[in-house]
């Protein structure tokens, strides 16, 4: 029939009783992740003020549904808007290596604004999740997305536009006609630019949010009988013919349905480009083995995959100087720095950003293309850190990075991670509810309940009050 049948059957058909029993448990506690990073974001990324008046201005915050975090109501389009942009905007959320992309911004946030449309329960939620999830990855391995990265694309953005069609089509009980409708007007809508590196622009994390509406609005225009373009993906004019040189189609269709790309999806432990994690890990290793103290270091050597060096490497003098948090998460010296000098690297570290120790420390930071780590890519995406100190050279060679698949963190570690972030807005106590919710949403008739256990109850100040 063709790819954008096979993928449009697919979604429409998945059931949660008939998935694997550890997807379903995956992918709770990656709705927990993405979660607590919008609640945070909503708190305090730097984007949120502006991306809020607009979206008030834009008539997107007069409506019945949630924002994590947020006591006001909005939209269902702004709702999609907001939560997918802050679950990205500390780039905190999810990974998918293969495709070089972040699934769950895009498709958890659509899921849930359609969820509210259509007071569907949890489990259909859920259930719709998971088909975002392989839509979005499926369709970045057909790119591939390397090739869609080398011609400026951002692939969260582009796929996840899709993943989020699936998602909310899913919701809503679309047949595979209808799904297949949904894609072929999300692939009017899906675009993404990797420019925001020249500037450090909130355009990366604008971009994600406007890909779980886009998904959204293709989703509701389809179910409302609108026609849109067939063959979305393989056609002579689709998605992977105009958005990469070389495109593998069958690429996006192996196992599906049995082996799921959802599984291969890894969380973050610093809120930092997924690329400079394996290095984080080494340098924090080194740090504590040999007592490495900043004045001491003479140099520093961060050995990346051709992919990492040029997020977080090149140009050398621009990733020595970040200007702002932007700068930083895609800056391999800045993190590198961090983990050395200070021991951590987590959302707090970008105050030091004009540090003059760890900025002294970042002149002697050097990432290179190490053909060792390349030969691990994309099935890992390892580092390596040499550090040359008191006449000495110490390294560490990370392959399976903290909260890669392999290397999976557990349901303790992900909530201790969702409290760090959550507790500042929500409350100690309302942010476990919410973190016990979030984790049981497939038992819940509808989703409302837990957007409501997102709303602060404490006295904070939010971004953009």
């Known amino acids: 029939m063709g790819l954008t049948a096979d993928l449009s059957r697919f979604a429409a058909a998945i059931r949660l009783e008939r998935l694997p029993p550890t997807v379903v448990a995956r992918a709770r506690l990656l709705v927990l992740d993405l979660i ?11 984007s949120t003020p502006a991306l809020l008046a607009a979206s008030r201005a834009l008539g997107l915050a007069a409506g019945n549904a949630g924002v994590f975090g947020d006591s006001a109501r909005y939209t269902p389009a702004g709702a999609a808007l907001l939560n997918g942009a802050l679950g990205h905007s500390l780039d905190f959320d999810d990974t998918h290596a293969a495709g070089s992309l972040h699934p769950g911004a895009p498709v958890i946030p659509a899921a849930l604004a359609a969820a509210e449309m259509a007071g569907a329960s949890g489990a259909e939620t859920l259930a719709a999740i998971i088909a975002g999830y392989e839509i979005t990855c499926r369709i970045a391995l057909a790119l591939p997305a390397g090739a869609h990265y080398d011609r400026g694309f951002h692939p969260t953005a582009t796929c996840g536009a899709f993943g989020a ?10 047949d595979a006609h209808g799904v297949a409708s949904a894609f072929g007007i999300a692939l009017s809508q899906c ?26 609005s293709a989703a509701t225009l389809a179910r409302e009988g ?3 373009a067939a063959e979305a993906f393989e056609g002579k004019h689709g998605f992977l013919a105009a958005y990469a040189p070389a495109p593998d189609p069958a690429r996006a269709l192996t196992g599906l349905g049995e082996a799921f790309e959802l599984m291969q999806t890894a969380v973050k432990p610093y809120p930092s480009c997924r690329y400079g994690h394996a290095g984080i890990d080494a340098a924090l290793a080194l740090r504590a083995k040999y007592g490495l103290k900043p004045a001491d270091i003479e140099a520093v050597t961060l050995g990346l995959p051709r992919a990492g060096m040029l997020l977080i490497g090149a140009p050398l003098e621009k990733k020595r100087d970040p200007q702002n948090v932007v700068d930083g998460q895609f800056s391999g010296p800045f993190v590198i720095a961090c983990a050395l000098a200070r021991g951590e690297m987590g959302w707090d570290s970008y105050r030091f950003l004009d540090d003059p120790e760890i900025r002294a420390l970042m002149a002697r930071v050097t990432p290179v293309e190490d053909p060792e780590i ?17 006449g000495r050279a110490y390294s560490e060679k990370i392959v399976i990075a903290r909260g890669e698949p392999e290397n999976f963190p557990t349901e303790a570690d992900l909530r201790a991670k ?3 972030l959550a507790d500042a807005v929500l409350g100690a106590e309302r942010a476990a ?13 509808e989703v409302a309940g837990l957007m409501r256990l997102a709303s602060p109850l404490m006295a ?4 953009g009050e």
Do not use: C, Y
């Open 36 to 46: 607590g990073n919008i609640v945070r974001a909503r708190h305090d990324a730097e």
């Open 165 to 174: 069609a699936a998602a909310a089509a899913r919701v809503f009980g679309l």
């Open 191 to 216: 675009a993404g630019s990797l420019q925001f590196l020249a500037n450090g622009a909130w355009t990366k994390r604008f971009q994600v949010g406007w890909a779980a509406m886009a998904g959204l």
């Open 226 to 228: 609108f026609k849109g």
């Open 374 to 390: 390349e030969a691990e890519f994309p099935r890992f995406m390892a580092g390596r850190v040499t550090v040359s100190a008191g």
């Open 418 to 420: 969702f409290a760090g």
């Open 433 to 445: 509810r919410l973190a016990d919710a979030a984790l049981a949403i497939d038992s819940a008739g």
């Open 460 to 463: 904070a100040r939010l971004a």
